[in-house]
């Protein structure tokens, strides 16, 4: 699966969700004896990870989608923010302020700065990002695999069309995202470094080893965008014999979650599930895309798309808990399933 940060984890989660219940329902091996809520050997779930919302701050290197997956896997985000650990404090971002250290409008928990200083702490080591999410990982049993995109610093940066009230015409995406609310105007993404940046270890083998891959209802733009420019990783979609899915982050023209609306615009693509489709591509005429689920809202829009030569079909597509989590996710593989050859 390729995804970005909260949006991407709920998907991750059904999927983990649906995996233990298709594993539960199936004939157990001979001798095997798998309880149904733990992660079973066929639940081979390797995720690609957004590294294009990192930033530097503080001293520390912050990596808030991987850390967003991270959490929401291992049960310990805070649910009701969407973002964070549960049973944060703040104390050491309120004494960062007094010292007029870092972004005031951009709060690190004391848990969440303890992932940061480790992190940082190893990158002064010599470790690579994806040596260190293999560190991260090894602390909760998460049921599936997370691998960064890319081991490149690739942070996007905000070209604004008009400029700032301070003069400015570029910020990184975290600001233009959290402190101004995507509300200024953007013009272009850029991710620095992008055309020098490599896949991580084990991300282009995952994606061509893969029976289905699955594009997350992600940010087009900044998330699962950001992911296909690295180079390398797009020609692995397009030549993965699996089938290619992704599903739907717009319901009825609006977004799901976040403002990605702002991002789309930026790019001149409409706020709508069939629009977005159009801008991934099907892979027959040189895209990414096999199959494109859409909410039951835009069914009108499946003809047109097959006609188009991508095969589409709508279900229900909000996620509310784990069980309707667990329905999309399960939509996304039989439409996976619909589109292998015979």
Not at 45 to 58: C, K
Not at 169 to 194: D, G, K, V, Y
Not at 284 to 292: I, Y
Request: include cysteine; aromatic fraction near 6%; glycine fraction near 10%.
């Amino acid at each position: 699966m390729l995804a970005g940060g909260v949006g991407g984890s709920r998907f991750v989660r059904g999927l983990r969700e649906e995996l233990r219940r298709r594993a539960a329902r199936a004939e157990p091996r001979p001798g095997a004896s798998v309880p149904p809520d733990q992660p079973t050997p066929d639940d081979q779930v390797s995720v690609v990870v957004n590294t294009g919302d990192d930033v530097w701050l503080a001293g520390v290197r912050l990596m808030p989608d991987f850390d967003s997956l991270l959490y929401a896997l291992a049960g310990v985000n805070d649910a009701e923010r969407g973002w964070g650990r549960a049973g944060e404090s703040e104390r050491v971002a309120a004494e960062l302020r007094e010292w007029g250290v870092g972004w005031p409008w951009f709060t690190l928990g004391d848990l969440d700065l303890g992932t940061h200083l480790a992190r940082t702490s190893w990158l002064r080591e010599g470790l690579t990002p994806s040596e260190i999410g293999e560190r991260l990982q090894r602390r909760w049993p998460l049921g599936v695999h997370l691998l960064p995109a890319t081991d490149t610093e690739v942070d996007t940066w905000v070209e604004i069309a008009e400029p700032t009230d301070d003069g400015r015409r570029e910020l990184h995406f975290q600001e233009w995202w959290t402190r101004h609310r995507a509300s200024l105007p953007a013009s272009a993404f850029r991710q620095r470094n992008i055309a020098e940046a490599r896949p991580a270890p084990g991300v282009v083998e995952a994606i061509q080893q893969a029976d289905v891959v699955l594009l997350a209802p992600s940010n087009p733009v900044v998330s699962i965008g950001t992911i296909t420019a690295i180079p390398g990783i797009a020609d692995a979609l397009r030549a993965t014999e699996a089938r290619v899915v992704g599903v739907s982050p717009i319901i009825g023209g609006k977004v799901v979650r976040g403002m990605a609306d702002a991002c789309l615009a930026a790019i001149g693509v409409e706020t709508d599930a069939a629009a977005v489709a159009r801008h991934y591509g099907g892979r027959a005429n040189g895209g990414l895309l096999d199959g494109w689920l859409v909410d039951e809202a835009d069914a009108a829009a499946v003809a047109a798309l097959e006609a188009s030569g991508l095969r589409a079909h709508a279900a229900p597509l909000w996620m509310r808990d784990p069980d309707t989590s667990a329905a999309v996710a399960g939509a996304a593989l039989d439409l996976a399933s619909a589109l292998r050859p015979a």
